[in-house]
């Protein structure tokens, strides 16, 4: 079979459409149809696995803890295992680490990783919000990291990357050579949940289609309408390696096919349409010219034939026409490529 017909009579989703009603910073709903019979399990399966593993994010991956003794020389102690208690914090270290992953963190696009150091002096809650510096935005404020007693005396670095996916600890011991540096095993997805679900949808007389529903969670650093939009990249990039043709010809003729498509959908639509008078819709039934491309095929002459044909509905039939970019005689629908008018008629309505 031609290349250049792969494509063709191959459904795919007209759009794309988000339901405004649920929408918020961190959920979204889409919707998506047609899809060929299966395509849409294809499709939903893929982008939520991507969704949920390959998305970039930002979070801590090292830290460094430093006390400062109680007297007036501030004698600093470094911190060098994570099974060491830290004088004045009510938390071990374990504790103040898991907490430490739960940050949802933001930053500017242009930024890969920040070091960021937070003076903790007691009594008093570290919270996410004390974190707000230097570039970097959380969007969990009011988490609560550790407690700090009266005598705490606290200085700590925390690293924070720009990474995809689960990276252990192991992995994260670029900075282990630095004395003190704690490797933390981190979560950068800021993708939540990822829910789908399949249900069967109508084209005209077929009701085998697929229609695609995805709910997007996302912890707000990253909205889910872009969180989408960049796993349909990711995916559109490594997919495009098993391809060994030139995919320009495809696109052009199934353009094509469209665009032929289109054609044929106006000139099958019925002459009500066109919204004619009760006087002139009579006529054309009476002369048994039920569509647009019946209608269209009559020149002038013919139609003025018709019985009980007068002028004034002839140039209201011309005025209509011409809405729609047709005039009578035509033979030649090519020119309409770019520029035709489709109705929305019932049958497009009920295809959900």
Not at 104 to 114: L, N, Q, V
Not at 117 to 131: E, H, L, N, Q, R
Not at 170 to 194: H, M, T
Not at 289 to 298: A, C, F, P, S
Request: contains cysteine; glycine residues 6%.
């Amino acid at each position: 079979m031609a290349r250049k017909n792969l494509l063709k009579g191959f459904k795919k989703p007209s759009g794309i459409t988000l339901d405004h009603t649920l929408t918020s910073a961190t959920y979204g709903k889409f919707v998506a149809f047609p899809f060929q019979r299966g395509f849409g399990t294809t499709v939903g399966n893929t982008l939520r696995r991507v969704l949920l593993s390959s998305i970039q994010g930002y979070a801590v991956t090292a830290v460094r803890f430093t006390t400062f003794s109680q007297d007036e020389n501030r004698e600093p102690h470094l911190i060098t295992s994570e099974f060491e208690s830290i004088q004045g914090v009510r938390e071990d270290i374990a504790d103040i680490i898991a907490a430490l992953k739960k940050l949802e963190i933001a930053m500017p696009e242009d930024c890969e990783g920040i070091t960021l150091t937070i003076a903790c002096k007691g009594p008093g809650i570290v919270t996410g919000g004390d974190f707000e510096k230097d570039r970097v935005t959380i969007m969990n404020k009011d988490i609560e990291l550790f407690t700090m007693m009266d005598d705490c005396d606290l200085e700590m670095e925390v690293q924070i990357d720009l990474d995809r996916g689960y990276v252990q600890s192991e992995l994260n011991e670029k900075y282990a050579e630095e004395p003190g540096v704690i490797s933390v095993d981190a979560f950068f997805s800021p993708v939540k949940r990822v829910k789908y679900s399949i249900e069967p949808t109508r084209v005209g007389q077929r009701n085998d289609y697929d229609k695609l529903t995805l709910e997007i969670t996302t912890d707000g650093t990253i909205s889910p309408e872009n969180a989408l939009a960049e796993a349909a990249k990711i995916v559109k990039d490594q997919f495009s390696i098993f391809i060994n043709f030139d995919e320009s010809l495809i696109n052009s003729n199934e353009e094509v096919d469209e665009a032929e498509a289109r054609i044929r959908k106006l000139l099958d639509t019925s002459v009500e349409e066109l919204e004619l008078t009760v006087r002139s819709s009579n006529c054309l039934k009476n002369a048994n010219i039920r569509t647009i491309g019946d209608l269209t095929k009559k020149t002038e002459e013919e139609i003025a034939k018709t019985r009980n044909f007068g002028k004034k509905s002839l140039s209201e039939i011309k005025d209509k026409l011409k809405e729609w970019n047709l005039s009578l005689g035509m033979t030649d629908y090519s020119s309409l490529k770019d520029a035709i008018k489709i109705p929305e008629n019932k049958e497009d309505k009920n295809e959900a």
